[in-house]
């Protein structure tokens, strides 16, 4: 699976923004889908996962409340729905496809959220 995601940009606190992964491949309803994001120098960390059908998510922490992701198998697309921004949420988002374990795959080039105080 090749994933692109695209959304992001420029936002002040307390605002929002919808991210999304278009993916390629005919495999993509088969795969539990991820968020992950990579704040300017520190490790990528996990955001959030759904499982392939949707009926499942997971979300760390820090973005309980606030972010939400969601799928479209027939678009071959997962959103991540992103509100009350805070500062600490700017990084670059990416998407992946678990591929077993906990292993993930696809990750693409992300998309940098930027949010000023």
């Known amino acids: 699976v090749q994933l692109q995601a695209s959304g992001g940009g420029l936002v002040q606190a307390g605002g929002s923004l919808r991210l999304s992964c278009a993916a390629s491949g005919r495999a993509f309803s088969s795969h539990v889908m991820g968020w992950f994001r990579q704040a300017p120098g520190k490790e990528r960390e996990f955001v959030a996962t759904?499982?392939?059908?949707?009926?499942?998510?997971y979300y760390t922490d820090s973005v309980k409340g606030r972010f939400t992701i969601s799928r479209d198998n027939a678009k071959n697309t997962v959103y991540l729905q992103m509100n009350s921004l805070k500062p600490e949420d700017t990084a670059v988002y990416y998407c992946a496809a678990n591929v077993g374990g906990s292993s993930w795959s696809g990750w693409g080039q992300g998309t940098l959220v930027t949010v000023s105080s």
């Open positions: 759904i499982s392939w059908s949707g009926g499942g998510t």
